[in-house]
């Protein structure tokens, strides 16, 4: 599958605001189609010179918005080829600006490349994980108004999905140890397996008033909670533990990790053999 076909496979969306400007626009260049065609001929432009042929990026971007797309702003790793382009989205369309400009948001899954290559003894970066994981990049197309690609690639930057949204996040399967631990049982109690309910442990912070706790909260569900629905789970028990610790009042606590652990049980009757 060529980088063009991939990205015109993803999923394009838009935020509501976003998607009522480009409704209004019509049949322009701010309208939804016209828009969209942007939006992904511009992800993959990001895409080719991710996979090594940047051609394209440079030819609709401006320098540094190009180099700051493939290499992370104070970061020793950059996007290795062969990303997978999952999900596009418009983030924001603004024809009033001057110039007008158009927002775009896109997921997708890949790993990391150490940059520049590790010497012997070298440490890896801390923000490094060797294995695929999801990360979000961000970039800004200003309308330029001539030519047959009115746009112009001015700011963009990539990063970790932890990163932008500010937290860690971890799922997992619970151990047997700590299915022993939590239920009181002794070691050698027979078979385990997964059962459909997952704990969700959260770690949270209010910089105003410099307090931190967690919250917990086991929740039930076939399939799996995406990272997305755990987080909204998690917050009803963020603000109940805040309000029990401070009280009422005008606090922003904010997330810091999130771990999911889908917890073990004993076999439904009739599995055990």
Request: proline share 7%; glycine share 10%; aromatic share 10%.
């Given at each position: 599958?060529?980088?063009?076909?991939?990205?015109?496979?993803?999923?394009?969306d838009?935020?509501?605001?976003?998607?009522?400007?480009?409704?209004?626009?019509?049949?322009?260049?701010?309208?939804?189609?016209?828009?969209?065609?942007?939006?992904?001929?511009?992800?993959t432009?990001?895409?080719?010179?991710?996979?090594?042929?940047?051609?394209?990026?440079?030819?609709?971007?401006?320098?540094?918005?190009?180099?700051?797309?493939?290499?992370?702003?104070?970061?020793?790793?950059?996007?290795?080829?062969?990303?997978?382009?999952?999900?596009?989205?418009?983030?924001?369309?603004?024809?009033?600006?001057?110039?007008?400009?158009?927002?775009?948001?896109?997921?997708?899954?890949?790993?990391?490349?150490?940059?520049p290559?590790?010497?012997?003894?070298?440490a890896?970066?801390?923000?490094?994980?060797?294995?695929?994981?999801t990360?979000?990049g961000?970039?800004?197309?200003?309308?330029?108004?001539?030519?047959?690609?009115?746009?112009?690639?001015?700011?963009?930057?990539?990063?970790?999905?932890?990163?932008?949204?500010?937290?860690?996040?971890?799922s997992?399967?619970?151990?047997a140890?700590e299915?022993?631990?939590r239920?009181?049982?002794?070691?050698?109690?027979?078979v385990l397996?997964?059962t459909?309910?997952?704990?969700?442990?959260?770690?949270?912070?209010?910089?105003?008033?410099?307090?931190?706790?967690?919250?917990?909260?086991?929740?039930?569900?076939?399939?799996?909670?995406?990272?997305?629905?755990?987080?909204?789970?998690?917050?009803?028990?963020i603000?109940?533990?805040?309000?029990?610790?401070?009280?009422?009042?005008?606090?922003?606590?904010s997330l810091s990790?999130?771990?999911?652990?889908?917890?073990?049980?004993?076999?439904?009757?009739?599995?055990?053999?």
């Amino acid at each position: 599958m060529s980088e063009f076909e991939m990205v015109a496979a993803a999923r394009l969306d838009a935020y509501p605001a976003a998607a009522a400007e480009m409704t209004e626009a019509g049949d322009g260049w701010f309208g939804t189609v016209m828009a969209g065609k942007a939006a992904r001929l511009a992800v993959t432009a990001w895409l080719m010179a991710v996979n090594g042929d940047g051609s394209a990026l440079a030819a609709m971007a401006d320098g540094d918005a190009a180099h700051w797309l493939l290499n992370p702003v104070r970061k020793e790793w950059v996007i290795a080829a062969g990303p997978l382009v999952t999900e596009i989205v418009i983030s924001g369309v603004d024809p009033a600006a001057n110039p007008p400009e158009l927002r775009v948001t896109w997921r997708f899954t890949g790993r990391q490349r150490i940059e520049p290559a590790l010497g012997p003894g070298d440490a890896v970066p801390r923000d490094w994980t060797d294995g695929e994981q999801t990360f979000v990049g961000l970039l800004t197309l200003k309308f330029t108004g001539s030519g047959g690609w009115p746009w112009r690639l001015t700011r963009g930057h990539v990063s970790t999905l932890d990163a932008h949204l500010g937290y860690t996040f971890v799922s997992r399967f619970e151990t047997a140890e700590e299915y022993r631990r939590r239920t009181g049982t002794s070691a050698g109690d027979g078979v385990l397996v997964p059962t459909d309910t997952y704990l969700l442990d959260a770690g949270f912070f209010d910089h105003d008033v410099r307090w931190g706790s967690s919250a917990r909260l086991e929740v039930s569900s076939d399939p799996a909670p995406t990272r997305e629905q755990a987080e909204k789970l998690i917050w009803p028990a963020i603000w109940a533990e805040t309000r029990r610790a401070l009280g009422q009042g005008d606090w922003r606590p904010s997330l810091s990790s999130l771990h999911m652990t889908r917890l073990l049980g004993p076999p439904p009757t009739g599995d055990a053999g």
